[in-house]
């Protein structure tokens, strides 16, 4: 089966072949030469690909480590106790990695732009690939929005009189800056800004042993108290048991928010300096730090404050600032005075971060969808230097959303958002599984060996997929699950819990009648045109390899 990829490699399309005839060297910015990062100077919709393994990673890592951490975790513990969380997010943070499995194999194998859309498109409908791409835009555009919600509120933590439209201006400013110029210049911001989450989380971890062996102000040794009294498990809607349980699963709709950035990593393919060795490293580095962040916050949290405390409570219910962090409050209740201030400067810039790499992300799935006719051809257009420019004032129309925080109690739009982002995300990795699947299949059906194949290959992808869509499906139909017991009826939870999933139909149904499109079957799914294209940009990486020009620069290509 080696013998047979070599020669489909060889007698390939001339793309492969012709992979330098249309590039043009993007000069040099920030110490680092750009000269292969290589862009189709023939097409003007085209990106560029210079982002590093360190960049791709961090840019995961960023969108995934945020509010959802810091802020929306407090909903959590609250929701299912310290024990509870922590199961809830190790469950969940299981389930991704067996989405990431697949992703990694289709994202090496074809690291094209619009990743979940052109792989729809490739193998599975034009239908369902124009109704998954708008959903993982819209899914992507509301995470972006609450994200900039929590950054107004934070700064209600020093400066509540001030009106949190001032805030909201000042994000979509900064994130306009940083997402209007040369793709290099976002992933180094990305970079820092995610570092400094890291560095926060990592902080809180050693803070939180150091507080519970007595190191805090009233030099109380607070040990697992809380695992105590109140207990590990919250009960949740009800008593008993059974409302153990559905704390439990309603982490779940949080953990949805909260944990992502696998399909970031995918998205980004299209723009990553040798994505063969850049994307699976990216992709298992990204799965491990943040299931062990999300794990050990929610370990964190049950030490630092018990999931019934009145403080607590009346926060998340009331705002989403940094007195909304259930780290803050653990802070407080051993009076720690001045860490609360550090924890919400470097949150700030956590939320930025995170808006900003969704934005980032949304403004690729419009340009991916004009380029392949699903919107407007003008979103296409991207600027010499390969940003989508039109496409990120689209996203930035509906970042603007942020400002109905203005006239509503800020906490309640949050759980708009929350609802609203956590569907979308649910439907995106839904499909990412079933395109894993069928890629898979496509390879068996048309005689290939998957493990000869593939530049990235896990024996394990096709059980653990269908693990993973059988677990998010359940949590996809039930996460709005309290509106229908008798008198819990909510029209704007309702609305937000299952908008995504009417969007996806709708769209499906009126693309496919109205363009009578057809399922593509097996053996006709395309695995061997582009082979020798994406050999000959390996290649090509191969013999001419990145050198960073700072001793800055070498070192962190070193350690990530």
């Known amino acids: ?49 210079g982002l590093k393994s360190r960049h791709l990673q961090l840019i995961g890592i960023g969108a995934a480590i945020g509010t959802g951490l810091f802020i929306g975790s407090a909903r959590s513990l609250i929701y299912a106790g310290p024990l509870g969380a922590t199961l809830a997010y190790a469950a969940y943070s299981l389930v991704i990695w067996g989405i990431c499995l697949g992703t990694c194999e289709m994202a090496t194998f074809l690291p094209i732009r ?19 791409g708008w959903n993982y835009f819209y899914a992507a555009t509301m995470f972006g929005c609450s994200d900039i919600i929590a950054f107004a509120g934070l700064f209600q933590f020093w400066l509540p009189d001030l009106s949190p439209a001032v805030w909201i201006s000042i994000a979509l400013v900064v994130i306009t800056l940083l997402n209007s110029y040369h793709v290099k210049f976002f992933g180094e911001s990305e970079f820092y800004l995610a570092s400094l989450k890291v560095l926060l989380m990592v902080g809180i971890i050693l803070m939180t042993f150091v507080v519970m062996l007595g190191g805090n102000p009233d030099h109380d040794r607070i040990g697992f108290r809380y695992w105590k009294d109140p207990g590990v498990m ?32 995918a998205m980004s393919s299209a723009e990553a300096v040798q994505p063969r060795k850049t994307i699976p490293r ?54 720690i005075k001045v860490l609360p201030h550090i924890f919400n400067a470097i949150v700030c810039t956590s939320a930025l971060s995170c808006s900003n790499g969704f934005a980032y992300i949304a403004t690729r799935l419009l340009h991916a969808l004009a380029s392949e006719g699903k919107a407007p051809k003008f979103f296409a257009r991207t600027t010499k230097h390969g940003i989508p420019l039109f496409a990120y004032f689209a996203v930035l129309a509906i970042y603007c959303l942020a400002y109905l925080e203005v006239g509503t109690n800020s906490a309640t739009v949050f ?15 839904a499909a990412l599984a079933v395109l894993s699947l069928r890629f898979r299949a496509a390879i068996k059906k048309q005689g290939f060996d998957a493990e000869k194949l593939l530049p990235w290959y896990s024996r394990w992808t096709v059980p653990y997929t269908w693990f993973s869509l059988v677990f998010i499906l359940i949590i996809t139909l039930f996460q709005g699950w309290t509106v229908f017991v008798h008198g819990g009826w909510d029209l704007e939870e309702f609305f937000t819990s299952y908008f995504g999933l009417a969007l996806v139909a709708v769209i499906f ?32 990486y191969e013999d001419h390899p990145i050198q960073s020009t700072t001793m800055w620069g070498r070192f962190l290509d070193k350690v990530f």
């Not at 990062?37 to 690909?49: M, N, Y």
């Not at 859309?117 to 109704?131: H, K, N, Y």
């Not at 958002?417 to 979308?424: E, M, Q, R």
């Open 1 to 49: 089966m080696a013998e047979k990829r070599n020669s489909i490699s060889s007698s390939g399309d001339s793309k492969g072949a012709d992979v330098e005839a249309h590039v043009e060297p993007v000069g040099e910015i920030g110490g680092v030469d750009h000269g292969d990062h290589l862009r189709d100077t023939s097409d003007s919709t085209a990106t560029v690909r």
């Open 114 to 132: 619009g990743g979940l859309v052109a792989w729809s498109s490739m193998f599975l409908d034009e239908a369902a690939a124009t109704a998954l």
């Open 234 to 265: 919250a009960e949740y809607y009800t008593t008993g048991p059974f409302a153990r349980f559905l704390g439990f699963f309603q982490v779940f709709k949080i953990a949805a928010f909260s944990i992502g950035g696998p399909d970031l990593v």
């Open 282 to 335: 990216a992709t298992k580095s990204i799965v491990v730090r943040m299931a062990l962040f999300f794990v050990l916050g929610a370990i964190c949290m049950g030490i630092l404050v018990p999931y019934n405390d009145a403080d607590l409570k009346e926060a998340v219910a009331t705002g989403v600032g940094a007195n909304a962090s259930a780290f803050v409050v653990g802070m407080n209740r051993v009076h």
């Open 415 to 429: 759980g708009w958002f929350i609802n609203l982002s956590s569907v979308g995300a649910l439907i995106n990795f």
């Open 509 to 540: 149904v009126a693309w496919k009648l109205y363009h009578k499109t057809k399922f593509v079957k097996l053996e006709d799914i395309d695995l061997t045109s582009r082979i020798a294209e994406f050999d000959s940009l390996d290649q090509y």
